[in-house]
């Protein structure tokens, strides 16, 4: 009972202990708000990355691809039955864009992906990405608008040619002069990646360096009889992708599927259809992504064997998600310290304390208290110490989080530059999620290393031979 | 309650043959050489000797404080000397009363809670807490008993010597105990207000024919006594006052 009743009266009275339970307190608040905005900016790039990538993606190991994609999607639609929503064929390949910029060339390499854009939309969330110029969104469509076709003879003279609408010989040459601009002009628009179309300074708005109508060349191997050939695409910029993962808006070029087949002679004009070396699958929600992509692994691989690679989009991004997970587990643990710390600061005050002490331990025990109560008394101050400091840790980083933004916007207009630069991330706020059970860990960490602080003080108290401890002073 | 001796005999408490000596580095300093000492029922009786003759010494060994290195202590016929630490420290909450020389109150708590003290001690919360208005109110009316009616929330701090020696002397009471061990009670308090608690003593001996042994230097408050012993060189001897 006098446990209780002491360990709560020194709680109350002890004002420097509190003071060892304010590290505690920080520790807990700091690693509460640091793995809250981690897991948020880690769903973000989760969900970017899922956006970009379906939930299953089947490619196959040459970027060549395959022509009877048909007949893959009808057997992966075969194995999986209604847990597919849809799927898409595209193809990949690396390849390097140029395009001028104040008269020079510039180019950079890039992987252009021949899509059907409709199809690709139903996918994952593609058509959001897509946007112009100002930043509204566009539709998923490669159409190139009149108004971004360049100028080339045909044009200059179809604008200048005066159309008599009664006379047929007028109108055949207008359909001629059309026809002929569209030879003249690349007829396939491109979507570029958003950072490969714009330089980004800090603190400064980004500069189109390739503003809608600019004409890109695409240069990218081919389909060659004894080996690969380079080839060579123009295309009219239509519009951006702007994804919010760098690494996709600075290489990623979109572009109409057939004519990037046709473009890499992987077309079979007789059947009219072209090879693709991608299938994007959307799965419906619930369903065990991975248990479905060895399922079509296997029955793809009874088709033809080693030719087919199937992964989840988790699986395809392992080593980006594993490198967040590391840095997320590596900061928790150096985070743990600071409470470790703290715990090493509780030693020590709680050693004083036993000390300051002494003589109420010997009162206590010639009083009749135990041994073991004594002990408990100092265990369960530090047990009461540590519950106050995570308490009002857990509190503290609660609200730091909720209000995470709010203290952001405040820091950056007394710092007078930005805290959060969201023209790097890419979006306004910063993003948190609180994980129930991680907090969980937190506090039940911070009390358990409390009370592991007060373990050898209470230990010594309990020792006190009461004699000694009357008579000190 | 079984663990409480109930004193049949009329020797209350007593020693046989107490030895206990201290060392010093190398150099065993011998304190008590075969001390042996009776107390009857009821009886009230003074401790004298010399600074350093082992009078502490003696009282911690009588209430289970300290050990001795050989001899005997006898509660009510019942040999406690060589109990297990749980007995030991259930007689030390219920059969022994201990005031000391420098009151030692613990200093967070109030007067009242002081004397609660022993009964937080001997019982658990649920059991505390159900008879918690009782244990309350006896704690209060030992207060009222020892003349603190007015000091019960007060905490030690804000207390005289006298009021904080008689806040001891309501907690050494709060458990009802067998034999009360009062070491230098008034060694630290004025003439006056030392004859105040040497007279709530005498009066507790007599209203409830509690068994006491107090230690003192004062031939003054030694007088008082039922009978008085001696220490030196190690033993006890019997002692009148008239003799000095
Ligand atoms: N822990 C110890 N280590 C060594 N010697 C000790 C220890 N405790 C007590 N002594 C010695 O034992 C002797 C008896 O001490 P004790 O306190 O019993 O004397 P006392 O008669 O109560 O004296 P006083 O009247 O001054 O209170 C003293 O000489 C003291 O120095
Ligand atoms: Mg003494």
């Not at chain 2, 105990?177 to 070491?183: E, G, K, M, S």
Request: with cysteine; aromatic share 8%; proline share 5%.
């Amino acid at each position: 009972m006098y446990k209780y009743l002491l360990c709560w009266r020194y709680l109350r009275t002890r004002y420097i202990a509190l003071a060892s339970v304010i590290s505690v307190m920080l520790g807990v608040a700091t690693m509460i708000v640091v793995n809250s905005v981690m897991a948020g900016f880690a769903e973000k790039m989760r969900d970017r990355l899922h956006g970009i990538l379906a939930d299953v993606v089947v490619e196959s190991y040459t970027l060549n691809g395959f022509y009877e994609w048909q007949e893959v999607m009808a057997r992966i639609q075969a194995v999986t039955g209604d847990e597919i929503v849809a799927m898409a064929p595209t193809m990949e390949c690396p390849g390097i864009i140029d395009f001028r910029v104040n008269g020079e060339v510039w180019n950079r390499p890039v992987q252009i992906i021949g899509i059907q854009p409709k199809e690709r939309a139903k996918t994952g969330d593609f058509a959001e990405f897509l946007i112009d110029q100002r930043g509204h969104q566009i539709p998923p469509s490669f159409d190139v608008p009149d108004e971004l076709r360049p100028t080339t003879t045909a044009s200059e003279l179809l604008k200048d040619f005066p159309v008599d609408r009664q006379n047929p010989d007028d109108l055949l040459i207008e359909q001629e002069l059309q026809q002929e601009m569209k030879d003249q002009s690349p007829d396939s628009g491109a979507i570029l990646g958003y950072a490969l179309a714009t330089i980004h300074q800090k603190g400064m708005e980004d500069i189109f360096i390739a503003p809608p109508g600019t004409q890109v060349k695409l240069l990218f191997p081919r389909f060659g009889q004894t080996k690969a050939e380079a080839s060579l695409l123009a295309a009219t910029t239509i519009g951006y992708f702007k994804s919010g993962m760098s690494e996709y808006d600075s290489t990623h070029v979109y572009m109409p599927l057939e004519a990037l087949q046709q473009a890499r002679w992987l077309y079979d004009y007789k059947r009219g259809v072209g090879a693709v070396n991608t299938i994007q699958i959307k799965v419906k929600p619930g369903v065990d992504l991975a248990a479905l992509s060895s399922r079509i692994q296997a029955a793809l691989d009874r088709m033809k064997p080693r030719f087919y690679q199937v992964q989840t989009w988790e699986q395809k991004q392992g080593p980006l998600l594993g490198a967040v997970a590391v840095e997320q587990s590596i900061l928790n643990i150096l985070l743990f310290f600071i409470i470790a710390v703290a715990g090493f600061g509780i030693l020590a005050i709680f050693s004083m304390i036993v000390v300051e002490k002494t003589r109420d331990i010997g009162i206590l025990k010639s009083l009749g208290a135990s041994t073991a109560g004594i002990r408990g008394i100092f265990l369960g101050y530090g047990l009461l110490l540590g519950a106050v400091g995570s308490g009002v840790g857990m509190a503290g980083g609660l609200l730091f989080v909720h209000y995470i933004n709010e203290i952001e916007q405040v820091l950056s207009q007394i710092t007078g530059r930005k805290v959060f630069d969201d023209s790097i991330y890419y979006f306004n706020r910063i993003p948190t999620i609180i994980e129930p059970m991680t907090v969980i860990w937190i506090v039940a960490g911070a009390l358990l290393i409390a009370v592991l602080a007060s373990i050898w003080p209470a230990q010594r108290a309990s020792r006190l031979h009461p004699v000694k401890a009357l008579r000190f002073d | 309650m079984a663990m409480v001796p109930d004193g049949s005999t009329d020797v209350m408490l007593s020693a046989r043959g107490v030895v206990k000596s201290y060392w010093k580095g190398r150099n065993e300093v011998p304190v008590l050489q075969g001390a042996d000492l009776d107390l009857e029922r009821g009886e009230m009786l003074a401790i004298m000797g010399a600074s350093g003759s082992g009078k502490s010494t003696l009282l911690h060994i009588l209430g289970l404080l300290d050990e001795p290195d050989s001899g005997e202590v006898h509660l009510a016929g019942e040999r406690i000397d060589a109990l297990a630490d749980r007995r030991r420290d259930a007689l030390r909450n219920r059969a022994f009363g201990f005031i000391f020389q420098f009151y030692h109150l613990l200093p967070e708590l109030s007067a009242l809670e002081n004397v609660l003290v022993p009964q937080w001690i001997r019982h658990g919360p649920i059991s505390y807490w159900s008879h918690r208005a009782r244990l309350r109110r006896e704690a209060q009316d030992l207060l009222e008993r020892v003349g603190l009616g007015h000091r019960m929330t007060h905490r030690p701090a804000e207390l005289s010597g006298g009021e904080m020696q008689r806040a001891a002397i309501a907690r050494a009471l709060a458990a009802d105990p067998i034999v009360l061990l009062a070491d230098e009670p008034t060694g630290n308090l004025d003439a006056t207000s030392g004859q105040g608690v040497l007279d709530l003593l005498r009066d507790l001996n007599r209203e409830r024919g509690l068994t006491m042994i107090v230690v003192t230097h004062d031939p003054n408050i030694a007088q008082q006594a039922d009978r008085v012993v001696r220490l030196a060189e190690g033993r006890v001897e019997e002692w009148s006052p008239a003799l000095a």
